[in-house]
């Protein structure tokens, strides 16, 4: 394989480690965010090269993405979260999500598919809220639901190449989830079985599992430590 790993969503958490992971193992890595200044910088320490690329501006993505080559490896992780509840919605940030996950996902793999190599794969990010939401998952919960579909659809049109989503519990190292209070976290590690928060290089190990092995493909896995058996 002589193409790319194009991470959606590099500069940061679960994106950014997937990025670094595949530039240490000497992979040719793009990565993107919503700032090329950000983006560059993330880039220049991880071994990448980096681009602005704003996913909630479906119609400006393919030019973002023109520059880029042969792609092998595509990482959609990108995420801006929406707290939301249906009784108190919020339109502005359920647009934005709805619109960053469910169409330019799909947009991205639209705009890059004639450069995706014919035993490349694809991993799509979702997420628990899917099957444990919690209050103000409403939008998050309802996308994540879109990229089982996604995935279905994407791994049924789009074969050779491989499509699988990865739905992490709670990532207690990722900067989202560090920032919170300690007993918030240890009371979910609590009422999982593996009384641990999954990490993010847990993550990282999934997302290479799904990209790489050719027998797995329009998966969505779970990887939470078996969160939802208690
Ligand atoms: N962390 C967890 O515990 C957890 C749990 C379940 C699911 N997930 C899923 O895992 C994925 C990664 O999560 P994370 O916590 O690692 O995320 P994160 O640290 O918040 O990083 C989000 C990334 O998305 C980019 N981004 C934000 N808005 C964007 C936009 N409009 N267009 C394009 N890119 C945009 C950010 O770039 P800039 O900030 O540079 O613009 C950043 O690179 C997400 O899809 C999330 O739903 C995470």
């Known amino acids: 394989m002589a193409g790319s790993v194009v991470v959606i969503g590099g ?18 890595v793009v990565l993107t965010g919503t700032s090329g200044d950000r983006a560059g910088a993330v880039a220049a320490e991880v071994g990448a090269r980096g681009l602005a690329l704003d996913l909630s501006q479906p119609e400006t993505i393919a030019g ?38 469910l169409v330019g996902y799909t947009e991205v793999v639209h705009a890059l598919l004639p450069r995706i190599s014919s035993d490349g794969s694809i991993v799509v990010f979702g997420g628990q809220a899917l099957n ?18 996604l995935v279905h659809t994407l791994a049924a049109e789009l074969g050779p190449i491989r499509v ?5 519990g709670i990532v207690g190292d990722s900067p989202y989830w560090a920032a919170r209070p300690p007993e918030v976290l240890d009371a979910i590690a609590a009422r999982t079985p593996t009384k641990r928060l999954v990490s993010m290089a847990d993550i990282t190990g ?7 092995n050719r027998g797995i493909n329009g998966q969505n896995v779970a990887v939470d430590g078996g969160w939802l058996l208690l």
């Not at 992780?77 to 919605?89: E, F, G, K, S, V």
């Open 11 to 28: 500069t940061s958490g679960l994106g950014r480690e997937v990025a670094a992971h595949y530039a240490a193992a000497g992979r040719d």
């Open 64 to 101: 973002a993405l023109a520059d880029v080559g042969p792609v092998d490896h595509l990482v959609l992780a990108a995420i801006a979260r929406d707290h939301n509840t249906t009784a108190d919605y919020s339109l502005p940030g359920a647009v934005a999500l709805m619109t960053l996950k």
């Open 132 to 149: 444990r939401p919690y209050p103000g998952s409403t939008t998050v919960s309802t996308v994540n639901g879109g990229v089982v579909g």
């Open 164 to 168: 699988n989503g990865l739905h992490p």
């Open 206 to 212: 999934a997302v290479v599992f799904l990209l790489e």
